[in-house]
């Protein structure tokens, strides 16, 4: 099992920006994929940016390339995700998730992923 905590969401103005951490916990030797999904009220949960845990390969949602950047330190099992240039549209729950699988197939499905966080809360005012 793998236990994941988000932390740094809030309420930020448009155009500006917020940090989110991701901290995992347990099995983490087993966690290849990592990924932020994020819900807006009324709406699926959506991709946002995955990683592999070497760092090697990233993939990011077509909306929030340029702005956003993902990253991972593999000593501390962290996962953070740095959102700059915020757009209302951007608002809603950011979920941390992990899934076992060593490739990149079906990478951006959140079907996919094995574990996930509670959710942070990102609004941003316009």
């Known amino acids: 099992q793998v236990q994941l905590v988000e932390s740094g969401g809030g309420l930020v103005q448009a155009g500006g920006s917020l940090r989110l951490s991701c901290a995992a916990s347990?099995?983490?030797?087993?966690?290849?994929?990592m990924a932020w999904f994020r819900q807006a009220p009324g709406k699926e949960r959506e991709f946002v940016v995955a990683i592999m845990w070497s760092g090697l390969s990233t993939n990011y949602a077509d909306s929030v390339k340029g702005r956003f950047t993902i990253a991972r330190d593999s000593a501390k099992n962290t996962l953070t995700l740095q959102m700059n240039s915020l757009k209302p549209e951007d608002t809603a729950v950011y979920y941390c998730a992990a899934r076992e699988t060593r490739t990149t197939v079906g990478w951006t499905r959140a079907q996919e992923y094995d574990y996930w966080g509670q959710g942070t809360q990102v609004t941003v005012s316009s």
């Open positions: 347990g099995r983490t030797g087993r966690t290849y994929t």
